[in-house]
């Protein structure tokens, strides 16, 4: 049941006035103000700590599957991760190249510190945006509706909208080995006063816990036991905006390193189990499966000889590596053993130990798909507190909280990615559909149109809506709108235009062991074969008047080559969009619906879904809960009467 929030002891002096506050001044937290702040909005940012505004406390870097295209979905709706990680990364890479392009990745290792202090100046410069350093103990609920905040100074800031994203630090507690005490990341205070107000107001708060490897000194290690790992060549960004001419050379930018555990590594965990937080039962938060502790790995992979470790750098001005792959919660000196056992790490000096964090998080079925609570008017939640993990998440699921938060205000639509349109759209539909028991990772195996949400295209899926909600300006725009334009007319003109036999061509055509051309084709049918890429293809064909720039170019081969299969997802989205069609009346009557199962009914109830495609992806609603709601529904006789 809904509590009503009265500030009852603690005198507090009025701090202002706000149409937004975001309270966390993480990834979610900083895209959530921006976002905001950008779309008119007078907004407050509070954070603990100035000095960790965006902070890796984890592994420093961005992208990767999956979430790499989530970076440029922030970028093409007018986000600031893209931007941030262009500026400041010391390294960069395209992965899985060797792949289809639905899995492709772009990934850069960040230099963490300047990758903070570019996102405070970024916050700090922001018209309609103050940034204070302070702790949110306490929202201030009346009649049901969100109307501000109260820091540990006694200020109360009123606010018609509030977003939440407090990440690890709310009742934070760090454990390595035996060594308990009450922390956010990185040491930073904890928030402890918000998640007890937030059980008070009846939210469901989960437990979960996630972890970092020890930290070594990059001068004790010896790189010849380890494989280089250096960036790409070739420029890349993650957003639109960046320009190929600021592309680091290789030169310039830092390797990683690839190394492995092996059997004395694994020996020395085994013989020390008895002291791992992991098993002994202090760690009663639930952890990531996909990004789990080297301990649990050894345990649940016993079969395995070793693991891959990446060593990598934290940023051009520390000799601080972070040993990706070797999270842990063991003793300290368990850890120096563990790390003294690793090629090329033999001599290092650990200058920070691995830890676990357990931290509260908001169980999330609890959430509209606008993030805003169902609970309490006006109060949304993002990233970890959400329960995922990642920043890329999120900095996601904040940019639509600080959205949505605005349009609100504005009493505008709410915007709420659908599952084809974005890998955000996935992410937040599985969050409030399914819940999670676990932190939640983003993986491209969980998009069903995974082809459709590539990390070439997220500018032609979403800048459109970005420069609606005036966080794409009208230049970015129009360079849009220009690249668009000359991808459809070149599609056009290579499916019109022939190739003609003939003695060059045919070779060509030799070499790579297929038949010659008897006849005229068509050039888009040309550039299907798998030999065949648009730089050739101009080869036998008039080139355009003016040059195509590499990112058409991408379009046009991805756009042709996959044609077929594009066909195919685009069908399954048509046919989908006609369950997402079928709303479901928000005061339905679920007790009245004779037939459904009890679990089907119990979880209709509880996550209150916005359609009928929406409540077919509830974990334990089955085809036939679905045709007999789907029947009272049409009915339309079952709203409750109030």
């Keep these: 049941m809904l509590k009503t929030n009265v500030q009852e002891v603690k005198q507090y002096y009025d701090a202002g006035n706000y149409d937004v506050v975001v309270v966390g001044a993480g990834h979610a937290g900083s895209e959530a103000a921006l976002a905001a702040a950008r779309m008119g909005q007078k907004t407050l940012l509070m954070t603990i700590n100035l000095d960790m505004v965006a902070f890796m406390p984890c592994n420093p870097s961005v992208g990767g599957p999956a979430k790499g295209t989530v970076v440029r979905e922030i970028d093409a709706l007018g986000g600031e991760m893209g931007r941030n990680i262009d500026?400041?990364?010391?390294?960069?890479?395209?992965?899985?190249?060797?792949?289809?392009?639905?899995?492709?990745?772009?990934?850069?290792?960040?230099?963490?510190?300047?990758?903070?202090?570019?996102?405070?100046?970024?916050?700090?410069?922001?018209?309609?945006?103050?940034?204070?350093?302070?702790?949110?103990?306490?929202?201030?609920?009346?009649?049901?509706?969100?109307?501000?905040?109260?820091?540990?100074?006694?200020?109360?800031?009123?606010?018609?909208?509030?977003?939440?994203?407090?990440?690890?630090?709310?009742?934070?507690?760090?454990?390595?080995?035996?060594?308990?005490?009450?922390?956010?990341?990185?040491?930073?205070?904890?928030?402890?006063?918000?998640?007890?107000?937030?059980?008070?107001?009846?939210?469901?708060?989960?437990?979960?816990?996630?972890?970092?490897?020890?930290?070594?000194?990059?001068?004790?290690?010896?790189?010849?036991?380890?494989?280089?790992?250096?960036?790409?060549?070739?420029?890349?960004?993650?957003?639109?905006?960046?320009?190929?001419?600021?592309?680091?050379?290789?030169?310039?930018?830092?390797?990683?390193?690839?190394?492995?555990?092996?059997?004395?590594?694994?020996?020395?965990?085994?013989?020390?189990?008895?002291?791992?937080?992991?098993?002994?039962?202090?760690?009663?938060?639930?952890?990531?499966?996909?990004?789990?502790?080297?301990?649990?790995?050894?345990?649940?992979?016993?079969?395995?000889?070793?693991?891959?470790?990446?060593?990598?750098?934290?940023?051009?001005?520390?000799?601080?590596?972070?040993?990706?792959?070797?999270?842990?919660?063991?003793?300290?000196?368990?850890q120096q053993s563990m790390v003294h056992s690793i090629a090329g790490l033999e001599d290092a000096k650990m200058m920070r130990p691995g830890y676990a964090i357990e931290y509260d998080v908001v169980a999330p079925y609890q959430l509209k798909p606008t993030l805003e609570t169902k609970l309490i008017e006006g109060l949304y939640t993002a990233g970890q507190t959400n329960g995922t993990s990642g920043y890329e998440e999120a900095a996601g699921q904040g940019l639509i909280a600080g959205i949505n938060a605005a349009l609100k205000n504005q009493g505008k639509e709410p915007l709420v990615l659908n599952r084809d349109e974005a890998y955000i759209g996935v992410l937040i539909d599985d969050l409030v559909t399914k819940g999670t028991n676990e932190p939640y990772r983003l993986l491209t195996s969980r998009a069903e149109y995974r082809l459709l949400l590539r990390n070439d295209n997220a500018d032609f899926r979403l800048t459109e809506k970005g420069y609606e909600l005036g966080l794409i300006s009208e230049e970015r725009f129009n360079k849009f709108k220009t690249k668009q334009k000359r991808v459809v007319e070149e599609l056009d003109r290579l499916n019109s235009i022939r190739i003609k036999p003939g003695d060059q061509i045919n070779q060509f055509i030799a070499d790579h062991g297929d038949k010659p051309l008897q006849d005229g084709v068509i050039a888009a049918n040309f550039l299907r074969r798998p030999y065949v890429n648009y730089k050739t293809l101009m080869d036998y064909i008039p080139a355009t008047d003016e040059p195509l720039d590499s990112r058409v170019i991408e379009q046009l081969e991805i756009r042709t080559k996959y044609a077929g299969y594009i066909q195919k997802e685009e069908a399954k989205v048509e046919r989908m969009k006609k369950m997402e069609s079928k709303k479901i009346p928000e005061k339905i009557d679920y007790d009245a619906i004779d037939g459904l199962a009890t679990e089907a009914h119990q979880k209709l109830k509880q996550i209150q879904p916005r359609t009928i495609a929406q409540a077919s992806r509830i974990s334990g609603v089955n085809p036939s809960d679905i045709a007999i709601l789907s029947v009272y529904v049409q009915q339309g006789k079952i709203a409750k009467t109030e």
């Design 87 to 334: 500026k400041t990364y010391i390294q960069m890479r395209m992965l899985n190249t060797g792949k289809g392009p639905a899995v492709r990745a772009l990934r850069a290792q960040a230099d963490k510190h300047a990758y903070h202090r570019s996102m405070k100046s970024t916050l700090e410069n922001e018209p309609n945006l103050t940034l204070r350093q302070g702790i949110v103990e306490q929202l201030i609920v009346e009649d049901g509706k969100c109307v501000g905040v109260i820091s540990n100074a006694g200020a109360k800031y009123s606010a018609n909208s509030v977003v939440i994203a407090a990440g690890t630090a709310s009742r934070g507690k760090i454990i390595i080995g035996e060594l308990m005490y009450s922390s956010g990341p990185n040491n930073s205070l904890p928030s402890e006063k918000l998640s007890e107000n937030l059980a008070d107001l009846g939210f469901d708060l989960k437990r979960f816990k996630t972890g970092t490897p020890p930290r070594v000194n990059g001068k004790t290690i010896n790189y010849s036991k380890a494989e280089e790992q250096p960036g790409d060549e070739a420029p890349n960004h993650f957003s639109y905006e960046s320009d190929d001419n600021d592309y680091l050379a290789v030169k310039d930018q830092i390797s990683c390193w690839l190394t492995y555990t092996n059997e004395k590594t694994h020996e020395i965990i085994q013989e020390n189990l008895s002291r791992a937080p992991m098993f002994t039962g202090v760690i009663e938060g639930v952890g990531p499966r996909y990004c789990p502790s080297i301990e649990d790995k050894i345990v649940r992979f016993a079969d395995k000889s070793r693991h891959q470790l990446f060593l990598e750098p934290e940023g051009r001005d520390t000799e601080e590596w972070y040993v990706q792959g070797l999270s842990t919660s063991m003793p300290e000196e368990v």
